[in-house]
């Protein structure tokens, strides 16, 4: 089990929004929240702060649990992987 790891959801970005900034259009809700510094993208799912022990979400995929699993499980595999000192540049 985790310990210490703050897992919290963020307003999903506007479809409007992610429009004037990517191109790409998605239905609201869109499922993609934005990336501070350091993501090497500008918007996704969910990402993480190892540094902070922190992931966040998309608020909208609580209501889809099989993709919502798939999400936590690969934020926590990323804090793993970080605490054990893998590089996750790749990831």
């Known amino acids: 089990m985790p310990h ?4 919290s ?3 999903d970005v ?3 929004t992610l429009f004037a900034a990517t191109g790409t259009y998605r239905a609201d809700p869109t499922g993609m929240i934005e990336c501070p510094e ?3 993208v500008r918007y996704a799912a969910a990402y993480s702060w190892y540094q902070r022990h922190t992931a966040r979400y998309a608020g909208s995929w609580e209501i889809q649990e099989d993709n919502f699993s798939l999400i936590l499980e690969y934020e ?3 804090h ?3 605490a054990l000192g ?3 540049k790749w990831r």
């Not at 210490?4 to 897992?7: M, S």
């Open 76 to 78: 926590f595999e990323n």
């Open 38 to 40: 350091p993501c090497n």
């Open 4 to 7: 210490q790891l703050l897992v």
């Open 86 to 88: 893998y590089s996750l």
């Open 80 to 82: 793993i992987l970080a």
């Open 9 to 11: 959801p963020e307003a």
């Open 14 to 16: 506007s479809s409007r």
